[in-house]
């Protein structure tokens, strides 16, 4: 239940990025004071099932923090590009991105994590968000070993009851002749520092017909189909995103350093190759996708641990060494 919770909750904190995104407020320090001010009331809180919520009344945002499952772990660290969920511009059906696959050596309670967000945040209630996840990610915790695993991810509830990450309950349903099931190992990775790049193209796209929100999966090349997530599954989703989002964060245990993110590099100067977004589009109800080219607000919660570039000609870049000390 560990690696789910922090899995869930890591991107449950994700809901806060409209919160701050236009007040350009850190979140982690934000969050900091929220539970420093709240410590009574999760301090009356015991017992493994329970959940703390801590309420941002003024933007009917909601934290979830499963704290006795949690407590070891530090807050997670984002780098991420993200759309703003508010607004009648703002429909989604899909969301295209080519990303650089890394390997690195984590321990057992780090985690270092890639991918793309298509979200319905519904009335801006955390326990109705509907969100589906892809990308890849090195989670020994989880898979026992310090692999890049395709990692496909549901919630229709904000990651309380419902959804679960790969196949590990009902939800995604994978296609027949599929070329990699959720949870495999991406091999090879790309070089490091030598910089021969290999790279997955993943699509995420509401299938006008059935409804249904297909998964495509390229490895070096242009992305196919490989399952997708029953329209039935969703509420909101049901109808269409209205947003999106794409970078990566990383989790550590407290007694660990954090691990790298991206390519351990951090782009703008850092040292090495930072790795990289390319080929961001958006996907209209047609099915139609267009580059993105205005840039989107970010959400870096250490900036000096890691970051993100500014979106320019539907790329980025993003990433971060590990051992940093917040
Ligand atoms: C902390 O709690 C006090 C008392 O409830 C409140 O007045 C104050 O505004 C809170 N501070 C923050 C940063 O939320
Ligand atoms: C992804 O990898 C393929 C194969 O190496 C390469 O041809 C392509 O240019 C790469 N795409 C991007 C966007 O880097």
């Known amino acids: 239940m560990l690696r789910l919770t922090m899995l869930g909750r890591a991107i449950s904190l994700c809901l806060l990025f409209h919160a701050f995104q236009t007040e350009g407020i850190r979140l982690h320090h934000t ?3 929220l539970k420093n001010n709240d ?3 999760l301090d009356s809180v015991d017992g493994p099932t329970k959940q703390n919520m801590i309420s941002l009344n003024s933007n009917l945002i909601m934290v979830t923090s499963s704290r006795q499952d949690s407590s070891s772990y530090d807050e997670p660290c984002f780098a991420v590009h993200q759309t703003t969920p508010r607004g009648p511009g703002n429909n989604y059906y ?9 390997g690195h050596e984590l321990k057992p309670g780090q985690g270092s994590s890639t991918g793309i967000w298509v979200n319905h945040n519904g009335n801006g209630v955390t326990s109705v968000l509907n969100a589906i996840s892809v990308g890849w990610h090195i989670y020994p915790d989880h898979y026992g070993d310090s692999h890049p695993h395709f990692y496909t991810h549901w919630t229709r509830d904000g990651y309380k009851e419902t959804g679960c990450i790969n196949m590990d309950c009902p939800g995604f349903v994978r296609a027949n002749g599929a070329v990699i099931a959720p949870g495999a190992v991406i091999h090879p990775v790309s070089d490091v520092p030598e910089g021969h790049i ?3 193209t993943l699509k995420v796209l509401k299938d006008k017909t059935s409804g249904d929100w297909w998964v495509y999966y390229g490895f070096n090349t242009i992305p196919t ?6 329209n039935s599954l969703f509420t909101y989703l049901a109808e269409k995103a209205n947003q999106v989002a794409f970078g990566a964060y990383v989790i550590n245990d407290k007694t660990l350093p954090t ?4 390519s351990g590099a951090l782009p703008n100067g850092g040292q090495g ?3 990289s977004f390319t080929n961001l589009r958006f996907i209209d109800q047609d099915g139609n996708s267009s580059p993105i080219t205005a840039d989107l607000p970010e959400l870096v919660t250490e900036e000096k641990c890691h970051s993100i570039t500014p979106i320019d000609n539907a790329e980025c870049f993003y990433g971060g060494p590990g051992g940093c000390v917040k």
Do not use: C, E, L, W
């Not at 899909?94 to 890394?102: L, N």
């Not at 691990?259 to 991206?262: N, R």
């Open 225 to 230: 189909g490989v399952g997708y997530f029953p």
């Open 198 to 200: 290999q790279n997955i």
């Open 94 to 102: 899909g969301f295209h991105a080519t990303m650089d696959v890394y």
């Open 259 to 262: 691990p790298p993110m991206g």
């Open 31 to 33: 969050i900091n004071q």
């Open 39 to 41: 410590s009574r009331a």
């Open 273 to 275: 190759r930072a790795a």
